[in-house]
C-alpha cells in the first residue's frame, strides 16, 4: 500500500501539469534561478564584457557583475539586442520575471520595457503579442525589483528571447526567469480552416482564432492559439472569460454552409512518434442557436511519410436536453503517430471548438521538479512567483518554506516507520482462518499475505486506516444490538479482514467481497506458484439467515448472455426454470415461469482459497434481505464450477437505462415512456438507492463501489444495489488502473479513500452524491469528464488541502436548490460532517412526497 501512496502522491504533485495544461496553475520557475537550465542553454546576440555574459542573466543573482548586458557599442547600433534562453524541450509559458543589475549598490542598469520572441524549432520566430496586438512589455523602474509579467496568451516555446526596447543613450542589463510547465501534449502546430463570422441576436461575433501564431491566410498552418492556451469557453459562446474582448473570444467557429462536404478537416503535427490514447475536444451545444458538438470525427494518422489508410471513427452522443459546453473525449485507440488529421462532421448549422489537448503514452511527470545539475549556482526554492516582493522578504519566505518542507519530511518519516513498526507486529498475531476454514498456510503464504496486506492498528493508533466494521459470522437482526465486528484493511488487490485486538481468540472472522478492487489479471498463477502449499479441509455451504441456501440444478439454467468477467470468474445472463420452488415463495403469482438471473461461476482451476472467498461471498450474500438490495436466490456448489444464482432486473443497469433516456419538460405528460423520464422519478429511483445503502449501514456494511452501473431496474423503476460493474468490460473506463494491478473506481471514491485508503459508510455517502448527480444528469456523461485520471487524484489533493480550489461536479440542470444542497453536503472535506443514509433516504423521501402532492 505504501508504494500505492507514493504514487497517487507523485501525480497529484505533477498532475497539474499534464498534457492538458490549467494557466493559473502552471506557474512553476523553470530553472534560471533553480539551476536546472544549464549555462550552455543560455546565449546572447552580445556582451559588455565576459563579466556580463549571457550565464549571468539569471533572476535574483549577483554573480559575475551582477546581470547580462549587451555590448554598448553594439546596442547603439541595432534594437535587436536579445538574451536567449534553450529550455530544451517544448514549454507552456505563462509568466516572465526581469532585474536589472544592481551589484550590491555597485550597478544601476535595467530594461524599462522590452519584447519576447520564441520559437518551438529554432528556425520560425515568433514575436508575442497580447490580446490587443500590443508588443512591448513594461519592464524595470529600478535594478533590484523583481518584475512579473502574465504572458496573455501563454506561449509554447522551446526557445525563448528577452529583446530590451530602451533609448539608446541608456545602458541595459537584464536578469530574467521564466515561469510554466512542461507541454507534455507534444503538439507543435494544427492546421485548419479560418474561423467565421455570424451574426446573433444583433451582435457580430467573431469565432476567428485571434492568437494563432502561424501563418493565417484563407486557413490557419503551421502554428498553435487559443485551441492549445488552457482556457475553456463558456456556455454562452457571445461570453468570455476574458474581460473587455468581443463576442465569440474564447471559441473557433465555423458554419456548415461554407464547407460543402459537411464537415472541417484540422492536421496536429506532433513533436516526435507517439502512442495516442485519446484527445479531448471542448465544444459548445447551444443548439437552441444552431450550434451542437461534432457529429462524428474520423481521424487518420501518419508515423511516416504517409497517412495510414485505417482511421479511427467516433460518434458522440447527440444531447438535446443540455445547452451546456462540454469535453467530448474522442477514444485513440493506442495509435503510433506523428501526426493526426481529423474531419469534424456538423451536426447542426455551426460547430465551435474551445480547447483540443491529446493524451498519449509518451506523456511523462513535470520535469522542473528535478533537482538542479552539477556546476550552477545554488537554488532559490520557488514557490509562487505572484508572492515575491523584494529581496529581503523572499529570503525569509523561503526559510520558512525550507523549514515547513523539513518538518513535513520529519512527520513523514515517522509515520512511515510507525507503519513498518506496525507491520512487523502485527505479522505474529494475524490470523486469515474463519470459523469453517482450518486451512493451515505455509510460510510462504504467510509471506505472500504479508507483503499484500495494509498495516492494521489498534483504537489508539495514527494509522490512515478505520476500523470499519463489515458483517460478520457474529452477524444478528438488525434489531438487535450488534458485536464488534472484525476490522477491515483495504489492499491493492484484497481484502483482509482480522479480529479486533479485544475480541477472543476462538471469534471467527470473515473475509467480504473485493467491490471495489478487482481482480489482479495473474492472482491465480501468484497463488499457485512454486513454494506456495494450501492445506484445507472441505468447507461446508454457509447457512443464510432462514437455513442453507439450496442446490439449484444446472439443467434448469438457459444462458442467455455473457455479461463479462468477475473476479473469480464469468459473470452470465440466464433464464432459470422453477426458480419459485427454491426461493419458497411465488414470484408475481405466477408459478414456474422461467425467470432472469444473473449466474456468477467460478473457475473451474481455481485453488482452494479462491474456492474460499467464493463460499464467503456466498455467506455474505445469503444474509442480506432487503426490497432494494440483490437477492441471492440458490446455489450450485454440489459440482464443479461453482456458481452463486442471483437475481437479474430485466431493465439491466442504471447507467445504460437512463442514458438511453432525456428529460421529460415539466408540465409536459409523459406519453412515450420509452425514451423519457420525468424528474420524480428520478428522485424515486434515488430514494431507492439511498433505502438499500440506509439498510447497508445499519449493518456496519460498507460497498466501497456504488454508482449507477452497480443498480439494476426493474418494472416499475424498481432500482436493486448489485456490484456487477466491476465485471463490464463495457465500464472498464471508470476504473483507474495503478501500475496495470489494482483499478479503483476514483471517480466515485472520496479524497480519504484515494489519499488515505479509508473506506467507511462515509466514503459510501460521498460516493451516493455521485450517483445521485449520474441519476439527475441521465449518465449523460462520466464524472468530471472534463479532467483525465490524474486530475481527478489532483483535484483529490486540494480536497485534503482544502484552500478552495477543488473542483465540484456542476449543478444538473433539473436539480433544485434542496437536492443540490443534499448533493453537495455529501462531499464535504470532514467526513463526520457528511450526513447519513438515514437522513438522505427522509430527505428524498419528503421531497419525493411534495413532488406527488404537486
Known amino acids: 500500500m505504501i508504494w500505492m501512496r507514493w504514487h497517487i502522491f507523485l501525480v497529484i504533485l505533477s498532475g497539474a501539469v499534464r498534457s492538458q495544461v490549467n494557466p493559473g496553475v502552471c506557474r512553476y520557475p523553470l530553472g534560471m534561478t533553480g539551476g536546472k537550465i544549464q549555462d550552455e542553454d543560455i546565449s546572447a546576440s552580445s556582451q559588455w564584457s565576459e563579466s556580463t555574459a549571457a550565464r549571468y542573466g539569471r533572476l535574483d543573482f ?88 502574465d504572458l496573455e496568451p501563454p506561449i509554447i516555446a522551446r526557445f525563448v528571447r528577452f529583446m530590451p526596447v530602451s533609448d539608446p543613450s541608456m545602458t541595459v542589463c537584464m536578469r530574467v526567469e521564466l515561469y510554466g510547465c512542461e507541454w507534455l501534449d507534444g503538439l507543435v502546430s494544427y492546421s485548419a480552416p479560418v474561423g467565421q463570422e455570424m451574426t446573433f441576436q444583433n451582435l457580430h461575433v467573431y469565432l476567428n482564432d485571434t492568437v494563432y501564431d502561424g501563418t493565417v491566410d484563407h486557413s490557419m498552418t503551421e502554428g498553435l492559439g487559443q485551441l492549445t492556451d488552457g482556457s475553456w469557453g463558456l456556455d454562452n459562446f457571445t461570453q468570455s472569460q476574458v474581460y473587455g474582448v468581443w463576442p465569440g473570444y474564447d471559441y473557433v467557429g465555423w458554419t456548415n454552409a461554407s464547407f460543402p462536404s459537411g464537415s472541417v478537416e484540422m492536421v496536429f503535427e506532433f513533436d516526435r512518434v507517439r502512442n495516442f490514447t485519446s484527445m479531448k475536444v471542448h465544444c459548445n451545444n447551444m443548439y437552441t442557436s444552431g450550434v451542437r458538438a461534432f457529429q462524428q470525427a474520423v481521424c487518420y494518422f501518419r508515423s511516416e511519410s504517409d497517412w495510414e489508410a485505417r482511421p479511427v471513427s467516433f460518434k458522440p452522443e447527440a444531447d438535446n436536453t443540455n445547452t451546456s459546453a462540454r469535453f467530448v473525449t474522442v477514444a485513440l485507440g493506442h495509435r503510433m503517430a506523428s501526426a493526426i488529421k481529423c474531419r469534424f462532421a456538423f451536426s447542426d448549422a455551426w460547430m465551435m471548438f474551445s480547447e483540443i489537448a491529446f493524451q498519449s503514452g509518451t506523456a511523462v511527470y513535470n520535469t522542473s521538479l528535478i533537482p538542479r545539475k552539477r556546476g550552477h549556482p545554488s537554488a532559490h526554492p520557488g514557490g509562487d512567483p505572484t508572492h515575491k516582493i523584494d529581496d529581503s522578504n523572499t529570503r525569509i519566505l523561503i526559510g520558512c518554506l525550507v523549514a515547513i518542507i523539513a518538518i513535513l519530511l520529519a512527520i513523514i518519516v515517522i509515520i512511515l516507520w510507525r507503519q513498518v513498526w506496525q507491520k512487523m507486529l502485527e505479522k505474529t498475531s494475524r490470523r486469515m482462518l ?28 495514527t494509522s490512515t486506516y478505520e476500523r470499519v466494521f463489515l458483517l460478520g459470522s457474529d452477524y444478528q437482526e438488525p434489531t438487535q444490538p450488534l458485536r464488534k465486528a472484525p476490522e477491515f484493511q483495504a489492499t491493492e488487490n484484497l481484502a483482509v479482514i482480522d479480529a479486533s485486538p479485544d475480541e477472543p481468540p476462538n471469534n471467527s472472522t470473515e473475509e467480504v467481497p473485493h467491490y471495489a478492487e478487482a481482480d489482479i489479471v495473474n492472482q491465480q498463477e501468484a497463488v499457485s506458484s512454486p513454494g506456495y502449499s494450501v492445506t484445507a479441509v472441505p468447507v461446508p455451504l454457509p447457512p443464510g439467515r432462514d437455513g442453507a441456501l439450496e442446490e439449484f440444478p444446472r439443467e434448469k439454467l438457459t444462458f442467455k448472455e455473457k455479461l463479462g468477467e468477475g473476479q473469480f470468474g464469468e459473470v452470465h445472463l440466464c433464464e432459470a426454470n422453477g426458480m419459485q420452488d427454491f426461493m419458497k415463495e411465488d414470484e408475481d403469482g405466477v408459478e414456474n415461469e422461467p425467470i432472469l438471473v444473473a449466474v456468477k461461476t467460478l473457475r473451474e482451476d481455481a485453488t482452494k482459497n479462491t474456492r474460499n472467498d467464493f463460499l464467503k461471498e456466498i455467506r455474505i450474500m445469503s444474509r442480506l434481505r432487503d426490497p432494494n438490495i440483490i437477492r441471492l436466490l440458490a446455489v450450485c456448489v454440489e459440482s464443479d464450477p461453482l456458481c452463486m444464482i442471483t437475481e437479474y432486473m430485466e431493465n439491466g443497469d442504471l447507467n445504460k437505462f437512463l442514458s438511453r433516456h432525456k428529460l421529460q419538460d415539466s408540465g409536459e405528460e409523459q406519453k412515450d415512456t420509452s425514451s423519457t423520464i420525468s424528474y420524480s422519478t428520478l428522485i424515486r429511483m434515488a430514494t431507492q438507492i439511498a433505502s438499500g445503502m440506509k439498510y447497508l449501514s445499519s449493518l456496519n456494511f460498507v460497498h466501497r463501489d456504488l454508482a449507477t452501473r452497480n443498480c439494476l431496474v426493474g418494472t416499475n423503476y424498481t432500482i436493486k444495489i448489485a456490484d456487477f460493474g466491476m465485471s ?113 433516504h427522509s430527505t428524498l423521501l419528503q421531497h419525493q412526497a411534495d413532488l406527488d402532492m404537486d
Not at 438 to 461: K, P, V, Y
Not at 750 to 767: C, N, P, Q, R
Open 62 to 149: 549577483d554573480d559575475g557583475d551582477g546581470a547580462w548586458c549587451p555590448d554598448v557599442v553594439a546596442e547603439a547600433k541595432s534594437l535587436k539586442e536579445f538574451l536567449q534562453i534553450d529550455l530544451r524541450t517544448l514549454h507552456f509559458v505563462t509568466l516572465v520575471g526581469t532585474q536589472g543589475r544592481h551589484a550590491d549598490g555597485m550597478g544601476n542598469e535595467f530594461a524599462q520595457s522590452y519584447r519576447i520572441k520564441y520559437s518551438r524549432d529554432g528556425v520560425r520566430w515568433v514575436s508575442w503579442h497580447d490580446r490587443n496586438g500590443g508588443q512591448v512589455i513594461d519592464g524595470n523602474k529600478n535594478p533590484y525589483e523583481v518584475v512579473l509579467k
Open 434 to 461: 474463519d470459523d469453517e476454514l482450518t486451512a493451515r498456510l505455509s510460510a510462504h503464504r504467510e509471506a505472500f499475505a504479508h507483503r499484500h496486506s495494509s498495516i492494521s492498528s489498534d483504537a489508539e493508533s
Open 728 to 840: 463490464r468490460n463495457l465500464y472498464r473506463g471508470d476504473y483507474y488502473r495503478i501500475q496495470g494491478r489494482a483499478v479503483l473506481p476514483i471517480r466515485w471514491m472520496s479524497w480519504e479513500s484515494i489519499l488515505l485508503g479509508k473506506f467507511t459508510m462515509a466514503s459510501d455517502v460521498w460516493a451516493f452524491g455521485v450517483t445521485l448527480w449520474e441519476t439527475l444528469t441521465l449518465c449523460k456523461e462520466q464524472p468530471y469528464s472534463q479532467l483525465s485520471d490524474d486530475q481527478v487524484i489532483e483535484n483529490t489533493g486540494e480536497f485534503f488541502r482544502d484552500q478552495n480550489k477543488q473542483v465540484y461536479l456542476p449543478r444538473p440542470a433539473c436539480c433544485p436548490d434542496a437536492v443540490h444542497s443534499l448533493m453537495q453536503s455529501c462531499w464535504r472535506r470532514n467526513a463526520k460532517e457528511r450526513p447519513s443514509f438515514q437522513h438522505i
